[in-house]
C-alpha cells in the first residue's frame, strides 16, 4: 500500500522559498504532489487509481510462482479434465461442446459431458483466448488456461474494492483489495495452473454479491438486472452458486424480520431472483432444479413471501388505518400461508421436490456423508477444517474479523448487515469442510477491512485534532506525521506455501537427492506419455479413479472411471477388481475390457498417499468400494491384486542405504512376500522412481518354439510341430534347437495368447495362494500333498482352520494382524 | 359470526374500492397489465394440470414470462408512483427504461428456453 505524503489534506505545510534552496529540495517539491498543481480531490484520485494498479499487479504475480520456477503446466487432477474440455471447445466449436458425449471415460458407460459439467470456466478461456487470437497473439490455449486463476483474481481485487466502498467507504475499499490480493485462503486456490472452477467461481461471487447489494442500495432495475447476470455467471461457473441462492433470501428475510424492508428490497430482490433463475435454467447440468430441488426453495419461498408481503403492506397503505379489516386481513393471510406450506409439505413427501442432496446435506450435518456416503467423506480437501488452517489461510485477519463485526454492528445499514450475515454464514461451512475456506475469504477479506480502515480513520481523527491544538502552540505544523495507511505485513507465507501446495499435488514432486540437491520426480508425465506412445490408440486403462482425468487428457486413452464419481457401483467394481485375487480380478477385468491397469505405489520414494493406502490401510475405503462381498470373507493381503502389482519385483531393490532390499519407505517396513508371481498380468512399465507401474492383461506372454519342415514355406504351413511353450522368462534356458537336415526349428517371442487356460494339470493354486500338485480330479479338490513345506492346507481341506472369524472385534484383530505382519 | 364477517367484507370491499378509485390513470394502466399477465398465468397453469406438464421448458418458460413481466412491471409502478419517497428523484422515464430492458432480456431468455 502506498503511504502518503506527510503534509496534511489541508495543505499547509511550510515551503522553503525558492531562493535559497539547494538542488535536493528543488528536486523533491518537483516531485512532490503538490508540484502537479492537481487539487486534492484529484489527488486523491490519483492516489486511489495508482494503489488500484498497483494492488491488480500484485495480485497476478503473487500467483506465478510454480510457472517461474518450474513450467507452465496444469496442475492436480480436475484441471485436467477442464483443460481437456476447453481445448475441445477451440478446436470444435461451441455447438459441439454443448452436445458433446465422450466415450473415453467411463468405458462401457460414456459420459455425457455436455450436460454435466458447468460451462463458465471453459467458455470463459475460450473466449480469451479468441481474442488474443483475434489480435494476432498466436497463444496456445494452454497458457491462456494456466494463466486464467490468476487473471480473475486481479478482477476479484477490483470488484473487492467497489465491494468495500459500497458497504463502508473508499479506504475500506482499497484494503479490501489489497487483503484479496495476498489472502493465502484465496491464494491457494487460485495459482497459475491450477485451472478449476474456483479461480472465476470466486470472482462471480463477489460480483453478484455487490451488485445484489448496489441494487438494494439504490433500488434500480438496471442493478437488479446485473445481479442477474452475475448470479448466472456464478450458476455457469460453479456448484456452490447454491450459497448464493441460499444467502440472499435469508438475508431478505432477515430483513423482512427486523423491519428494516423497503420498497428498493422489493426491487433488488425480485429482478434478480425472476432473471436470475430463468437465466440460470440454460444450464444443461443445473437443469430445473430451481423449481424442483429442495436446496433451492428457500429462495422460492422468500419470493411468495415477499408479494404477500408488500400486497399486504400496499392494501393496508390504502385503506388508511381501518383495523378491524387489518383482523381479517390476517386471518385470510394465516390460510394462505398455511396453504403454501401444505403445498411444500406435499410436494416434498411425494418425491416432487427433492430433497437436499447428499453432497450439501454434508455441509449442515457433517456426520452424514461419513456413514452414507463414504465418497464424499473420503476426499480429504471435505474434512472439516482444523484450527491450524484457518491460522495459516487467514493470518491476522482472524483478530481482524471480530473487530469488522463490531464496526458493521455500530453503523447497521442494508449493506453491513449483508456483509456480516455472508462472513457469519461462510464462516460456519469453512469450518464444517476445508475447501469452503475459499468461500469465506472475501467475506473475511472484507469485514477485516472495515475493522482496519475505521481503526485508521479514528486514529488519524484524533491524531489530527491533537495537532491541531498542538499547532497554536508551535509554528513547526506539518503533523500529517505517520502516513494515513499501514503496509500489512503478511507476505512471507504465501511463497512458501504457494510452492509446497502445488507441487505436492501430484504435478511432480521434488525432493531432497542424497546429497542435498533438489531432485523432481515427473514420474506421473513419464507414466502417461509411455501410455501415450506405446499402446493401441483403442486401449483401455483402468486405474483408481484420482487418476482418470489426467491418463484421459495426457495419456489420450479411455479409461473406466475417472474423477468425476458419477457412477459408485462402477467405481465399486474397480475396487472389487483391485481388492480381489488374481482369478477373481482377471474375471472382472475381462468383463470391462480392459487392456492395462495403472498403479501408484510409493514405496521408493516414501510418497505415502498411493493407491495402498486408498486399498487396504484405509480400511473403510476399501470396504465401501466392495458392496457385494461379506466381510467375513477373510483375504490374505498378500495373494490381492493391488498388493501383487505394487510389489511385484519390490523385493529385488534396494530403496534407502543401509536397509535391506524391498524396504517399503511409504509404510517404514520390509515387505516379507518378495517372490511375487503374477499369472493373468505382464508387466509393462515402471517409471523411473517406481511411483507408476503399468501391466498389461490379456493372456500369458508365450514364447512358442517350433519347427518346421526342411524347406516348407510359411505361406503354405500346415503343422507346427511344438516342442514346448516356454514363459518369456525361462527362454534363455530353453534355446531353439539348432536346424537339422529335416527340420528348421524357430523361435517366436511374445506369442500372445489369448486367455488359455490349461485344462488340467497337475499342479494348481488356491485361493489361498498355496500350490498344491498331484494328480487331477475333476469333481474333488482334495489334492494329494502341499507343494511346499510352509504351506498350509487349504480352506477345501481343512475347513475348521479356515472358518470365516466371528464379526467384530476379533476380525478386526485379525486384519490388522495380517496387514502388519505381511 | 358469519354475518358479522360478511358485513365485514363488503365494507372492506368497498373501502378498497373507494380508495383504489383514487389512484392516478398511471398506475391503473399497470395494474391493468400486470393483472392481465397473472390471468394468462394461471390460465396456463390450468392448462398444464389438464394436459400434462411433457414439454416441461415450455410450460416454465411460459409461466416464468408471464409472472417475470408482472414482477417487473410491479416493480415499475413502485418506481413510478409519486408516494413512495426512496425514489422522488428517479425520473419515470429512467424507470421505464430499466422496464424495458429487463422485459428484452427476460424474453431473450425465454426464447432460448421455448425448446
Redesign the interface.
Known sequence: MAVTKTEPINGSTNKPSSSSVSMKSDLMSTLSLKSLKLKTKQQELLIRVSILCLVYVLAFITRLFSVLRYESMIHEFDPYFNYRTTLFLTEKGFYEFWNWFDSESWYPLGRIIGGTLYPGLMVTAAIMYWGLRFLRFAVHIREVCVLTAPFFASNTTLVAYFFGKEIWDTGAGLVAAVLIAICPGYISRSVAGSYDNEGVAIFALLLTFYLFVKAVNTGSLAWGLGSALGYFYMVSAWGGYVFIINLIPLYVLVLLITGRYSMRLYVAYNSMYVLGMLLAMQIRFVGFQHVQSGEHMAAMGVFFLMQGFYFLGWVKHLLGDKKKFEALLRIIVTCAVGVGAIALGVGTASGYISPWTGRFYSLLDPTYAKDHIPIIASVSEHQPTAWSSFMFDFHILLFLFPAGLYFCFKRLSDATIFIVMYGLTSMYFAGVMVRLILVATPAVCLISAIAVSATIKNLTTLLRTKSKVSQTGTTKGASGGKGSSKALPDQSQPFQRNGSYCIAFRCFLPAQGAHGNRVIFDDYREAYYWLRQNTPADAKVMSWWDYGYQITAMGNRTVIVDNNTWNNTHIATVGRAMSSYEDEAYEIMRSLDVNYVLVVFGGVTGYSSDDIKQVFVDGENWRWSIPFLPIETAKIVRFLVEYKLSYYRFGELVTEYGKPPGYDRARGVEIGNKDIKLEHLEEAFTTSNWIVRIYKIGGVSIALIYCLDQGSDFRNVQWIHVLDFVSSDNLSSHPTPPPSHTNTCFQQQKFKLDHIQQSCSNSTITAEGNKYYGECHEKSIRFLKPANKEASLGRETDSERWAPPPQGYALGCFWWAEIAFV | MGRA?SK??Q??IH??RS??AATPSSLKIIDLYVGFAVFSAIIQVVYMAIVGSFP??SF??GV?SC??TA??A???R??VNKE?K??KD?PSEH?FA??V??NL??HL??M??LG
Open positions: 364477517t365485514d367484507a365494507a372492506l373501502s378498497l380508495a383504489y416441461f421448458n416454465l418458460s416464468l409472472i417475470g414482477v417487473l410491479v416493480c415499475l413502485i418506481q413512495n426512496e425514489f428517479l424507470a430499466d422496464f430492458l429487463c432480456v427476460l431468455v425465454i432460448n428456453f
